[in-house]
């Protein structure tokens, strides 16, 4: 593949797809295309003119197209996006260094690449068997492997040295219908970084036939898979195509997932998922879905009747010298700006005071009562639902000194950081940033991108 054929796309309209605002290399999406992760046949020409996309390697190939379609080239072009590459040639140079690593150049007729390689020992407990048969015993020669004329195979990852000139013929965009341009680079420089090499012994007259048919064979499978990529139902897919075939849900969660633009349009306040009740929703900003399982508390009944208990106290707490601790309060409130008599306080607790209260031991030991251990899962539930609730964002360990928890909910945490961070409680005053205190920080990100974008519909409804 040519640069001029690599160029041509950007002279089109758009890149590939049945949805332009999702481009090829859309990073949700690279991960998922079996291609990117495979060892892709390459020669080394194709492998010098590989574009540059978005910052990433691909192999683009124009789409196969009927003569029913109309005259519209918007989406004539597929990208690939490729990590690893499979080579073959003769070895024209070597560069044994000191630390280990051995540079050596492969020439196979269309261009050279270096590759670089780094001796191991077979003893070593990172050692890995070759990836194939005919790699392993290449893997048993002396420390010199390679010899300048060996033949080789080298399976490997694609590391780019410089990033090219987009300032070439072919343009710095790819599309100009898809709505997030691409940026396109040519000229990259890379090297092969090989995890696997393979030096094709010729020396047996018996196999000299095999080993020469060999690098025709390897040429005729790099000519296929330009071949393959153009074709309508092609078995190689890129992580677009791999995406429309997860179904709707699966699909979502990918696109979707920390985009508070489109997740505010359902947020956890409206959507029908589970039987988390209402309160939570709305204190919280959450639902069961997201919650880390307890095997003993399978239904979350006991973290139910917890969470039910800990806003019970916190509806009970209007003002910061009603507090158990005070002093606390007070810092908390400070780290996420709210001045202490501006707003209810927010509820700090202590591990022992839910350990000591009846009703909550009476649920857990209700739960535990038919185990074999009652008294060790009793404690074990206790503890395995404090630890879930805080790594779900619900608590957080606020002083391990004191033991001392903070209960994350909206009303009096989350909703004044954020309104304070995005400037919508100023009464308009400046007011500067403050730094995102530890406790927000255990919050997932999907949650206040969702509260935030909830935030921003309620405040440009009430304008």
């Given amino acids: 593949m040519d640069k001029a054929a690599a160029s041509a796309p950007t002279k089109g309209n758009a890149a590939s797809g049945d949805d332009d605002s ?10 998922l295309s079996p291609q990117y992760w495979s060892y892709t046949r390459l020669s080394v020409g194709d ?37 690893r590459v499979l080579l073959r040639g003769i070895v024209t140079a070597i560069d044994r260094r000191p630390n280990g690593c051995t540079l050596i150049v492969i020439d196979d007729g269309t261009g050279a690449v270096d590759c670089r390689c780094w001796e191991e020992s077979s003893n070593s407990a990172f050692h890995l068997p070759a990836l194939l048969p005919q790699h392993r015993t290449s893997m048993n020669r002396n420390g010199l492997r390679y010899d300048i004329g060996d033949s080789v195979e080298i399976m490997g990852k694609i590391k780019t040295l410089t990033a090219g ?53 390897h040429w005729l499978k790099c000519i296929n898979v330009e071949k393959e990529v153009r074709k309508e139902n092609s078995t190689m897919k890129n992580g677009k195509d791999v995406l429309s075939l997860l179904g709707d849900k699966v699909s979502s969660s990918i696109l979707h997932d920390g985009d508070s633009t489109t997740i505010g349009k359902k947020n956890v306040l409206v959507r029908q998922c589970c039987q988390t009740p209402q309160r939570f929703r709305q204190a919280l900003f959450y639902c069961h879905c997201e919650a880390t399982l307890e095997a003993l508390d399978s239904t979350f009944s006991f973290r139910d009747a917890v969470l039910n208990h800990l806003l019970d ?8 010298e009603s507090c158990v601790h005070q002093a606390a309060t007070e810092d908390c409130m400070d780290l996420y700006g709210a001045e202490a008599n501006s707003m209810p306080p927010p509820f700090l607790f202590t591990f022992q005071s839910i350990c000591s209260d009846a009703r909550l031991s009476s ?43 903070l209960l994350v909910s909206c009303g009096r945490v989350l909703e004044p950081f954020l309104k304070r961070s995005k400037g919508m409680d100023d009464g308009g005053f400046f007011r ?4 995102e205190p530890f406790f927000i920080r255990s919050v997932p990100r999907k949650r206040l991108n969702e509260l935030a974008s909830h935030l921003t519909t309620q405040q440009s409804d009430s304008v």
């Fill in 47 to 83: 492998l010098n003119s590989l574009p540059l996309i978005n910052g990433v390697d691909c192999f683009i190939t124009p789409r196969h197209r009927d003569d029913s379609e109309s005259d519209n080239n918007s989406h004539q072009w597929h990208i690939f996006p490729l990590s």
């Fill in 313 to 320: 106290c916190e509806s009970q707490l209007q003002h910061i």
């Fill in 363 to 405: 649920i857990a030991r209700s739960l535990v009562s038919a185990t074999n251990l009652p008294n060790a899962n009793f404690q074990r539930l206790l503890q395995k639902t404090f630890a879930a609730m805080t790594k779900d964002g619900l608590l957080s360990l606020y002083d391990p000194a004191e033991d001392l928890y």
């Fill in 22 to 31: 999702i481009s090829d290399v859309d990073y949700r999406l690279i991960g």
């Fill in 165 to 217: 000139d987009a300032s070439s013929a072919a343009g710095s965009t790819l599309s100009e219908n898809n709505t997030t341009p691409l940026e396109v680079r040519f000229g990259c420089i890379r090297e092969v970084h090989a995890t696997s090499v393979c030096v094709i012994d010729t020396s047996q007259s018996s196999v000299t036939a095999n080993v020469w048919n060999g690098e025709a064979v």
């Fill in 432 to 435: 500067p940033n403050i730094p």
